[in-house]
């Protein structure tokens, strides 16, 4: 069943649309991120113009995020206070992205810097991610007990405060600074951030994992809904037909997905989430190299 995106000016299968909702609803649940990391690209490859998939995108990310807060609230795994926090930062880095992006945009670089940033913080992410995974998942096995890690830079700061449902006692800075650089790119990249903040918030801050999903959630939910209402309002980028056919997938998708994270282990809920970030990574990276002319003339020109 074909439709006709407005915005997007592109016909698309509408099944196929709810299907990647569903899915990365499915990651949403799971594994705490906004799932447009996977999304976004997902949109590229089936002809969505970049600056529509990321517009439209954080819209979707919006819903699946409340779908899943919802039902990590009910288990009061979310820590009300640091999410506070890492949103004052997400809104700051926001209003800031949606700059840098609508400044790009004027120069017609808008498209090529999106799948960069992507091929570049997904690769990043993606090891060491997989690299810790690896190591936990050893450690299990040989019985060793995890260890709580001891963060001199961060404990050494000051303006300390505690958070109870994650029981730290640390600076608040470090959840700021997570959450500016989370609201960039969640404007320039149309992401939730998640598939930062996660491990920014187990490694960095030493939250445990349980709590990490339902506040890193908590937190995406303001700051893209806030950088899609820039989008709408700045650069009249969200394609509605799309967002919605994304939502409906993604709500449902993400209730699914909260009950099979809750069910597997912490490890190995990190290497799966790994082996997907640099498999996307890679998939746009060989798009990348394989077609940098069209590329150049979708990003120079179309946008006017």
Not at 148 to 155: A, C, F, P, Q, S
Not at 191 to 220: C, E, H, R
Not at 276 to 290: E, I, S, T, Y
């Amino acid at each position: 069943m074909q439709i006709y995106l407005p915005i997007a000016e592109v016909s698309v299968n509408a099944f196929l649309l709810l299907g990647l909702g569903g899915l990365v609803g499915v990651l949403s649940g799971m594994f705490g991120v906004g799932g447009g990391f996977l999304m976004t690209p997902l949109l590229f490859f089936i002809g969505i113009p970049p600056a529509v998939a990321v517009a439209t995108e954080a819209n979707q990310i919006v819903a699946s995020s409340f779908s899943g807060v919802l039902a990590h609230l009910r288990r009061k795994t979310v820590d009300l206070k640091m999410g506070t926090v890492l949103l004052v930062g997400g809104l700051i880095g926001a209003a800031l992205g949606v700059q840098i992006f609508n400044y790009l945009r004027g120069l017609g670089q808008v498209d090529l810097l999106v799948r960069l940033s992507y091929v570049v913080f997904l690769g990043i992410i993606g090891s060491l991610m997989f690299v810790e995974s690896l190591r936990a998942i050893r450690k299990a096995r040989a019985g060793t007990p995890p260890q709580r890690r001891k963060h001199g830079l961060v404990h050494a700061l000051p303006f300390k405060t505690r958070f109870r449902t994650s029981g730290l006692y640390i600076s608040v800075i470090p959840p700021l600074l997570i959450g500016v650089a989370v609201g960039i790119l969640a404007a320039i990249m149309g992401v939730g951030g998640g598939f930062i903040m996660v491990p920014a918030m187990i490694y960095l801050l030493g939250m445990p994992t349980k709590v990490v999903v339902g506040t890193s959630l908590f937190q995406i939910i303001f700051v893209t809904g806030f950088t899609t209402l820039l989008h709408a309002t700045t650069n009249f980028t969200v394609d509605v037909v799309l967002a919605v056919l994304l939502l409906i997938g993604g709500v449902v998708g993400a209730q699914i997905g909260t009950r099979i994270g809750t069910r597997m282990k912490a490890e190995q809920l990190r290497i799966l989430l790994a082996i997907m970030v640099l498999a996307v990574c890679g998939r746009l990276a060989l798009d990348l190299l394989l077609e940098p002319s069209e590329l150049y003339s979708l990003g120079g020109g179309g946008h006017g």
